[in-house]
């Protein structure tokens, strides 16, 4: 809860700057604000200080073209509006008295420059029949005021991840930032909107369009001449974990190109290098991909030049267990974020040549070099259908080889995610191998992201086939492998598809100690009409419960209640409109009907995630006593 959390890097247009957006989580308070920082771009890396001294929630900073001005997005009011303030750079410094510039009554977010900088745009949720502001302050200020809390659905999505619809969209809005000052003959009084924001796209839709991932198209970027544009793809509609391609449209022949056909991976962060595509002519990208639990830089050229590794790009930064994401480019300096299992974000730099690299901040530091932590260690071993698959392994503070140590099993989810030398705060595996002295022990399993495309496919249609083989096959080898792990002290812990497993396993096995079951599916069709994203379910069982019954009765966890035998705790939160609560109270009232130790944890103010610092600590707190009370007899 101490330690500060760094977001991306906003060069000043000179290079001079970095600015970013830092959280600070007060436990006390039970709050999470984020303020604006600032750090020198080059010369030594500093821990940063503050820009703004305000006790605002302020995020996403944007310098104007000149770097004369900066924009933020602040919680200053309710709702967010865009603020605005002059910017020195040889000071390094904002300049007279930040103001607010947006006063639309919808709220303001995601603002940006125009590029001559006379003009922000941002977007703002709207009633999409209204056609002025005062109409939808007018909606808004009704449904407020209204006895009557009801809604009334016609279509999907009636709600979605921890919130209802309130039926608005997201339009995109341009604001002149030219403003006329206030009472001085202008027919404009003080204190009120100097300028009027416009509606760039009045109608029944969204702007930018909403999608989880589904055959999307998004994050576009324009090559530094202007001649191409580059965005990110996925080949197959209503598949949310199909690979992210990056794709290259010449805008003056309109011919689009695959650059990454044979780049098994999916691609991240990217942006464009200016410095190569005026020594080539024919341009390069730099870009971030997931590869076996690392997230490296690659770099990729227009004319289908392929590098120097196996995976047809040529790596910028060779540390094969580099995390990176949030590319950009100043002054021939490459800035990105990079975490690792021993420390969240801070902001690096890649230049030459000669080539180097090293760290732009140094926010937490000073309190991680008090801190224990264990390096993330690498093991394979051969899983279902005999095919390699990686896991890792955290060891406790003070670990002595000689001792024999229980277990912590984690089980990732998504179920297309991967446990890598990434930091978390929800499930950190440092923390949990420090909590009572624990080896963490994680698998990659079939499904997983970062061993190409046909390794993450593999898991569809199969939840419960080669992901369990995988499990127990892996904790076979560590126990052979490792005889400081005692495999009478092992417990199984996992979230979301990580959930669901935790529920396979209880009906599969009693090789575990105890079970920690967080947000998981208990039952595969009452999953399927509770959740608000169902093409996840009708991709991952090939169809709804009326059509294929039968993959989904031959992987639900509540068809083999009648073996189940281990202690579990149950987590959910009641907002969790993914997998519904419902599935947890299910879990819960079947494991207290067999008699079967068990415990639930309900947050009624969480979603699938659980975010509230104390909610935090407490999901710590009651999951490693949980574990504790099972695994340390």
Not at 41 to 69: W, Y
Not at 148 to 173: C, G, I, P
Not at 259 to 286: C, H, N, Q, Y
Not at 410 to 430: D, S
Request: charged share 25%.
């Amino acid at each position: 809860m101490k330690l500060k959390r760094v977001g991306a890097p906003v060069p000043s247009p000179d290079g001079k700057w970095v600015v970013f957006d830092c959280v600070d989580v007060d436990l006390e308070a039970n709050t999470r604000i984020s303020h604006l920082w600032i750090v020198p771009a080059s010369g030594p890396a500093a821990a940063g200080r503050r820009l703004n001294q305000t006790p605002n929630h302020e995020e996403r900073p944007r310098f104007s073209p000149d770097g004369k001005r900066l924009i933020w997005t602040s919680k200053a009011t309710d709702p967010t509006q865009i603020w605005m303030c002059d910017f020195d750079s040889n000071a390094g410094a904002l300049t007279g008295k930040p103001h607010q510039t947006t006063e639309i009554s919808t709220g303001a977010d995601g603002g940006i420059w125009s590029p001559d900088g006379k003009n922000i745009v941002f977007v703002s949720a709207v009633y999409p029949d209204c056609k002025d502001d005062a109409c939808n302050k007018q909606r808004d200020e009704e449904l407020k005021k209204s006895k009557v809390k009801a809604k009334v659905f016609s279509r999907l999505f009636y709600r979605h991840w921890s919130a209802f619809t309130e039926f608005k969209r997201s339009h995109l809005f341009v604001q002149s930032v030219e403003a006329p000052v206030p009472g001085a003959g202008n027919g404009i009084a003080a204190g009120t909107a100097a300028t009027t924001a416009r509606d760039l796209t009045p109608g029944d839709h969204d702007v930018p369009p909403f999608n989880l991932g589904p055959g999307a198209d998004t994050t576009p970027l324009y090559s530094p001449d202007g001649k191409y544009l580059a965005w990110r793809s996925q080949a197959r509609a209503g598949f949310e974990a199909d690979k992210w391609r990056l794709l290259v449209q010449n805008r003056q022949s309109g011919k689009i190109r695959d650059l990454t056909e044979k780049f098994d991976a999916s691609i991240g962060s990217f942006v464009w290098d200016p410095g190569v595509e005026t020594e080539t002519r024919d341009g390069a990208l730099e870009f971030t991909a997931e590869y076996r639990g690392a997230s490296p830089i690659y770099r990729i050229h227009l004319d289908g030049r392929v590098g120097r590794t196996p995976l047809f790009a040529e790596v910028v930064e060779p540390e094969a267990d580099l995390h990176a994401d949030d590319l950009v480019w100043s002054n021939g300096v490459l800035l990105f974020t990079r975490m690792s299992i021993m420390a969240p974000n801070e902001i690096w730099f890649a230049g030459g040549p000669p080539y180097h690299t090293g760290p732009v901040t140094h926010i937490n530091d000073a309190l991680l070099s008090q801190i224990d932590m264990q390096p993330l260690e690498s093991f394979t071993f051969k899983g279902a259908n005999d095919q390699e698959v990686q896991g890792f392994m955290v060891k406790p503070p003070g670990f002595d080889p000689s001792k024999k140590y229980p277990l912590k099993f984690l089980i990732h989810g998504g179920p297309q995610g991967a446990w890598g030398n990434e930091w978390t705060y929800r499930w950190n595996a440092e923390l949990f191998a420090a909590s009572g002295n624990y080896v963490v022990v994680m698998i990659n399993f079939h499904g997983s992201t970062g061993y190409g495309q046909k390794f993450t496919d593999s898991i569809s249609g199969d939840w419960g086939g080669k992901p369990y083989v995988d499990l127990m096959k892996g904790l076979d080898y560590v126990e052979k492998t490792y005889p400081f792990i005692d495999k009478n002290r092992e417990a199984a812990l996992g979230a979301s598809y990580g959930g669901y497993m935790a529920n396979w396993i209880l009906g599969h096995t009693n090789r575990f100690k105890c079970i920690v079951s967080h947000d998981g599916t208990f039952n595969t069709e009452s999953t399927y009409g509770t959740t608000e994203e169902l093409w996840f379910p009708e991709w991952e069982f090939k169809g709804p419960p009326w059509k294929n019954p039968e993959l989904y009765r031959k992987f639900s966890p509540h068809l083999f209640a009648d073996k189940f035998k281990t202690p579990t705790l149950v987590v959910h939160g009641q907002n969790d409109y993914r997998l519904d609560v419902s599935e947890g109270f299910q879990l819960f009232t079947t494991l207290q009907r067999l008699k079967i130790p068990s415990k639930m944890l309900y947050f009624p103010d969480e979603g699938h995630w659980v975010l509230k610092p104390q909610n935090s600590r407490l999901w710590y707190k009651t999951v490693n006593d949980w574990v504790d009370q099972w695994c340390k007899k």
